[in-house]
């Protein structure tokens, strides 16, 4: 019942929201752009992608050959 009492006090820590916070590139201290910040945020699913489509032409289709170069994917350039 304690802990009970403690979160009605206190309120859900689940629920406060956060105030948005800028990302900063810590070589050169500028403000990273709003759709790089979700890029980067997305990095997982982005490569996860890559790699479906990846096995999806080489293994699944054949529509390339395996020994094909993989194109390179562009990423942020942070610094400039």
Known sequence: M????FVESR???????VPIVQLHNFVTK??????????LLAV????????REFRRERY??????LSDTISKRSFLNLIS
Request: net charge positive; glycine share 6%; hydrophobic share 35%.
């Open 2 to 5: 304690r802990l009970l009492d």
């Open 44 to 51: 997982i699913e982005n490569g996860e992608r890559a790699y």
């Open 60 to 65: 699944v289709e054949k529509s390339k050959k």
């Open 11 to 17: 309120g859900n820590p689940f629920l406060v929201s």
């Open 30 to 39: 500028r403000v990273v752009a709003h759709e790089d910040k979700m890029r």
